[in-house]
């Protein structure tokens, strides 16, 4: 089974539901394949090639807890976010001029520039075809969620290099391109299965706070190096991108250590990655950004309160803990 994660957290219901998704998600492409040939066939490769499947199975579980009856019904919709999520990355490799990604080589470095945008953009097309089929409501979800990335897309970019960039500033990137999204999930779910507009806004508001904690644990897992990533240790360094625990550093260190540290972030190279995580260290940077982890994640289970227990509602908050589990 394609992207299957492991986790201490996460017990044999999770397994079993990513399992159901990679079904459908296998069924989809194999049909796509028959009928778009070579472009589904590429795109194929990396939406198989690994993965958490956060987004379908927060949609899944989030429309069950919020008394949803029929999965099938959604399970479009769950296809859908993982094909718009898959393509953002093929385009965020082409930025990046990233040349691995889930530890395999990047559509762009094995095809080429132009089949790896075209790809891209089938998966984009492919996505918003599985969610025209709801109706107004679930599409405007969607298309709001998808302008976001786009906006914060532009956003990082100007952001790149950039050691003026503020907490704020970082804190907007990463609510476009991951929390918005998350919390997308949890609002159309909650959206089809008809619950009260109080209970719809605090599931909404639980991917939100979620999508917010896996980013920060992702930021940090870049700087500590961890071969669940499927990229080098420092890959966001290394593309210039400002990640909460460098722009916190820099807040904090004054003269000859700030200026240092600025020097090693726009001419980054292995050989100064300790001298890096020792400034990282200096700073407290590290446990302000796993405060801040924690805090998110404290925030996302408050949000869960709202619904009854169930074993829906459990495995939202194993998603929450197994977040957590990641840098422990």
């Given at each position: 089974?394609?992207?299957?994660?492991?986790?201490?957290?996460l017990?044999?219901?999770?397994?079993?539901m990513?399992a159901?998704f990679?079904?459908?998600l296998n069924?989809?492409?194999?049909?796509k394949?028959?009928?778009?040939g070579?472009?589904a066939?590429?795109?194929s490769e990396?939406?198989?090639?690994?993965?958490?499947r956060?987004r379908?199975?927060?949609?899944?579980?989030?429309?069950?807890?919020?008394?949803?009856?029929?999965l099938?019904?959604?399970?479009?919709?769950?296809?859908?976010?993982e094909?718009?999520?898959t393509?953002?990355?093929?385009?965020?490799?082409i930025?990046d001029?990233?040349?691995?990604r889930?530890?395999v080589p990047?559509l762009?470095?094995?095809?080429?520039?132009a089949?790896?945008?075209?790809?891209g953009?089938?998966m984009?097309?492919?996505g918003?075809?599985?969610?025209?089929?709801?109706?107004e409501?679930?599409v405007?979800?969607?298309?709001?969620?998808?302008?976001?990335i786009?906006s914060?897309e532009?956003?990082q970019?100007?952001?790149?290099l950039?050691?003026?960039?503020?907490?704020?500033?970082?804190?907007?990137i990463v609510q476009?391109?991951?929390?918005?999204?998350?919390?997308?999930a949890?609002?159309?779910?909650?959206?089809?299965?008809k619950?009260?507009?109080?209970?719809?806004?605090?599931l909404?508001?639980?991917?939100?706070?979620?999508?917010?904690?896996?980013?920060?644990?992702?930021?940090?897992?870049d700087?500590?190096?961890?071969?669940?990533m499927?990229?080098p240790?420092g890959?966001?360094v290394y593309?210039?991108?400002?990640?909460?625990?460098?722009i916190?550093?820099?807040?904090?260190?004054?003269g000859?250590?700030?200026?240092?540290?600025i020097?090693?972030?726009?001419?980054?190279?292995?050989?100064?990655?300790d001298?890096l995580?020792a400034l990282?260290?200096?700073?407290?940077s590290?446990?302000?950004?796993?405060?801040?982890?924690?805090?998110?994640?404290e925030?996302?289970?408050?949000c869960?309160?709202?619904?009854?227990?169930?074993?829906?509602?459990?495995?939202?908050?194993?998603i929450v803990?197994y977040?957590?589990?990641?840098?422990?």
């Amino acid at each position: 089974m394609d992207g299957i994660v492991s986790s201490k957290s996460l017990t044999a219901e999770w397994f079993a539901m990513q399992a159901k998704f990679e079904q459908k998600l296998n069924e989809f492409l194999d049909e796509k394949i028959h009928t778009d040939g070579e472009v589904a066939q590429v795109s194929s490769e990396v939406i198989l090639a690994g993965g958490k499947r956060i987004r379908p199975i927060l949609l899944l579980k989030s429309f069950e807890m919020a008394g949803g009856k029929d999965l099938d019904e959604v399970f479009p919709l769950a296809i859908a976010f993982e094909l718009i999520h898959t393509a953002t990355l093929v385009h965020d490799d082409i930025y990046d001029n990233a040349k691995t990604r889930r530890g395999v080589p990047t559509l762009h470095e094995k095809f080429g520039l132009a089949k790896a945008m075209i790809a891209g953009d089938w998966m984009f097309v492919q996505g918003f075809g599985l969610g025209g089929k709801f109706d107004e409501k679930v599409v405007e979800i969607v298309s709001q969620s998808c302008a976001r990335i786009a906006s914060a897309e532009y956003k990082q970019l100007d952001h790149i290099l950039d050691t003026t960039t503020r907490p704020e500033d970082y804190l907007e990137i990463v609510q476009g391109k991951t929390a918005g999204p998350f919390s997308a999930a949890c609002d159309v779910a909650a959206y089809l299965a008809k619950i009260p507009s109080k209970q719809r806004e605090e599931l909404a508001r639980f991917g939100l706070e979620l999508g917010m904690a896996f980013q920060l644990v992702d930021d940090l897992l870049d700087i500590r190096g961890d071969e669940r990533m499927g990229k080098p240790r420092g890959a966001d360094v290394y593309e210039g991108k400002m990640t909460l625990p460098l722009i916190h550093a820099i807040t904090i260190l004054h003269g000859q250590d700030q200026d240092e540290l600025i020097e090693i972030i726009k001419k980054f190279d292995d050989s100064k990655f300790d001298r890096l995580i020792a400034l990282l260290e200096q700073a407290n940077s590290i446990n302000y950004s796993e405060i801040l982890i924690k805090n998110h994640a404290e925030r996302a289970l408050d949000c869960l309160a709202a619904f009854s227990d169930t074993d829906s509602k459990k495995l939202l908050g194993e998603i929450v803990e197994y977040a957590i589990d990641r840098i422990i």
